[in-house]
Structure formats: structure tokens, C-alpha cells
């Protein structure tokens, strides 16, 4: 047998259009201070992926139109929807009235390995930080709870928008089994 890489035809992916008007997943992620464009950039490749509801963009968050974000996003920051607020906290505090679980990705004394969460009933968000320091304190003790993916290695994180891939996968794929 053969092996052949399917052409970009082939996929049956949704058009731009079908996009925006299909279902997405009662996911968010808040992206707070996060400084590179590439990584911002791909964090959207991912929600597209995973059809996630909206990217919230926070503090110091490279925005479209920005020429490296759409380097890595490929297109993806006109698919997602996503909206910039200075204020991550008030931000967070307007989602949880309107019915959201707050999860920040942080190591923490609290926080609960991705493989051990459990889907929600209500809509989620997950609250990426900084690539060298991470999620504000002042953020991270408004969140509801922390998770954490576990690692077996030397270095003590992965890369931001890995993270969030990873989290995004396990996630929705739980919501999709469940």
C-alpha cells in the first residue's frame, strides 16, 4: 500500500462562511500579556482547530491586524472570534456573571493535572499568561481553579501556545466523548 498525503481539497474543511455560522464549543481563552505575535498567532490556529466560542486578548496581547500573528495564524484571526480588553479582571469578573468557569493554566499549590479535569456543565475559559511570568497573582486569585499539565522533564513549563493546544485538545475532545 501506498501512503498519500491528502490534498488541501480533500480535507472537507468548513469554508470561512460555515465557520462563523457553525456551533463552537463553550471554550474561551483569555490571552493576558502574552508578548509574542507567534504565539498569539498560533493560539488562534488552535482555536479554529478545536472551533472554540472567542479569543479574549488582554494587557500587552499583539492584536490583528499585526503582521507576525498572521504569520503563524494562517488566516485563523479572521475565523475566530476575538475581542481586546484592557482589563483582565474586570473581564473576568463579567464572565463568571454571565455563567463562565475560570481555569488559569498555572502551576499552583492547587492545581489540578489537565488529565484529572473533568468537563463542566457551563461554558469555560482558559486563562493563559505571559511566557516568562506567567498568569498575574492579581488574576490568578480571581480564577475559580488552576490546572496544570503534567510534565515529566528537566524544564519546568512548555511553550505558551503549546500549552494551549494541549489544553484545547483535551478539553474539547472530552466535550466531544462525553
Not at 493576558?32 to 496581547?61: P, Q
Not at 472570534?81 to 482589563?87: G, K, P, T
Amino acid at each position: 500500500m501506498v501512503r498519500e498525503k491528502l490534498h488541501l481539497t480533500e480535507l472537507n474543511r468548513l469554508t470561512l462562511n460555515e465557520f462563523r455560522q457553525a456551533f463552537k464549543r463553550p471554550v474561551d481563552l483569555i490571552l493576558l500579556n502574552i508578548r509574542s505575535a507567534g504565539n498569539v498567532g498560533s493560539m488562534f490556529r488552535s482555536a479554529d482547530a478545536f472551533r472554540i466560542h472567542k479569543i479574549w486578548l488582554c494587557g500587552i496581547s499583539p492584536q490583528p491586524p499585526d503582521r507576525e500573528l498572521s504569520k503563524t495564524a494562517l488566516g485563523a484571526e479572521k475565523s475566530v472570534s476575538w475581542e481586546y480588553r484592557s482589563d483582565a479582571l474586570a473581564l473576568i469578573q463579567e464572565l463568571k456573571e454571565q455563567g463562565f468557569h475560570i481555569l488559569a493554566v498555572e502551576h499552583t499549590n492547587e492545581s489540578t493535572p489537565l488529565d484529572k479535569l473533568e468537563p463542566l456543565e457551563q461554558p469555560v475559559v482558559f486563562v493563559l499568561g505571559n511566557e516568562v511570568f506567567g498568569i498575574d497573582d492579581s488574576v490568578l486569585n480571581h480564577c475559580d481553579a488552576c490546572i496544570e499539565i503534567p510534565q515529566f522533564g528537566t524544564k519546568h513549563s512548555l511553550n505558551v501556545s503549546v500549552c494551549a493546544g494541549i489544553v484545547l485538545w483535551h478539553y474539547t475532545h472530552q466535550l466531544t466523548v462525553a
